[in-house]
């Protein structure tokens, strides 16, 4: 089967590897090339605003999975987000590709309870409710019969070469570069991470699967739950440095998001990081598998390459 992934960061690239292995062909379809390519896969120029260089990139291909991911800014979603799924559901009702979201969990708003996919969407906040928003867009193409479609949503990534991930960059980078992790909010409350190879997995999964399996969206597994404080520690051991971690307060990010505009947007996403924050995933690990990585191995795969 001929696969399109749409973007090619650090999802992306664990993606094409997942597939490539499974013995799928890969296309990478982005604006420009990257420098470097997994075995197996191939480079097609596409924009995902652009409709017409998307239907040309993925011609021919059985399956598209949106991987991207667009600069943390709501005023940027509220744009982007709604065209590109809009355009994706266009192209792929037209060559009758499948087609998989690589999602995350912000579509149910603040809850108390480990999230499940049964949960309503949201209307709150600005990034939550684009999320919601274009959940609904392709929910509503795959009840119409248009496209045959299905998302994997995943919890905050860690993971060797992950970009903008606490966990990776802002604590086991900065670790590894003798500095105090700094971490934009409490470490002390339990908080599922998703392993980026484990995501890569899931969307491999959908792509295979039966077409029953599509028309809903599925939870990625993750380790056991730990608290933040606890993974940072491991880290640190494993890195023979000592465990600094400098957190930033909560009234000081209101400050700092004044000027900056990506700890402003942490502010409203607040409810992740304030209570535990926990993800359901009985259901995809009943219907597919449900070994996740365990933090042991996912975190020294991190350590050793930030180490390098």
């Known amino acids: 089967m001929q696969v399109a992934i749409i973007g090619y960061g650090a999802v992306g690239r664990e993606a094409a590897k997942a597939l490539a292995a499974r013995g799928a062909s890969v296309r990478i379809v982005q604006r420009r090339s990257p420098k470097i390519l997994p075995d197996g896969a191939t480079f097609f120029a596409g924009d995902a605003l652009d409709r017409e260089s998307l239907r040309r990139a993925c011609a021919d291909c059985g399956a598209v999975i949106c991987c991207l991911g667009f600069p943390y800014d709501s005023r940027i979603w509220r744009e982007a987000w709604p065209r590109t799924m809009d355009n994706l559901l266009a192209v792929c009702a037209e060559t ?61 990534f860690y993971g060797p070469d992950v970009e ?71 880290a640190a051991a494993l890195l023979g440095v000592a465990p600094r971690i400098s957190v930033l307060p909560r009234p000081l990010l209101h400050i700092v998001g004044l000027f900056d505009r990506q700890v402003y947007e942490l502010i409203e996403m607040g409810f992740q990081t ?30 050793d390459f930030y180490k390098a």
Do not use: C
């Not at 108390?112 to 928003?133: C, H, I, Q, Y």
């Not at 890569?200 to 990625?220: C, F, I, K, M, N």
């Not at 597994?221 to 520690?233: C, G, K, Q, W």
């Not at 535990?276 to 991190?302: C, E, H, M």
């Open 274 to 303: 304030d209570r535990p924050y926990q993800v359901n995933a009985t259901i995809f690990s009943s219907r597919f598998w449900g070994d996740a990585t365990p933090f042991d191995v996912g975190l020294k795969a991190t350590v």
């Open 96 to 156: 009758r590709a499948r087609f998989v979201f690589a999602d995350n969990l912000y579509m149910y708003g603040p809850q108390d309870a480990p999230l499940d996919e049964s949960m309503p969407l949201t209307d709150f906040g600005r990034k939550p409710r684009v999320r919601a928003d274009i959940t609904r867009a392709w929910m509503e193409a795959h009840r119409a019969g248009r496209v045959e479609a299905t998302a994997v949503r995943a919890s905050d």
């Open 164 to 234: 903008n991930s606490v966990l990776s960059v802002f604590a086991v980078q900065r670790l590894a570069q003798g500095k105090a992790a700094l971490i934009p909010y409490s470490p002390d409350h339990p908080h599922d991470f998703t392993y980026v190879p484990d995501f890569s997995r899931a969307l491999a999964s959908l792509v295979e699967a039966p077409d029953d399996a599509y028309g809903q969206a599925w939870h990625a597994p993750n380790a056991s739950v730990e608290t933040l404080r606890a993974h940072i520690e491991r």
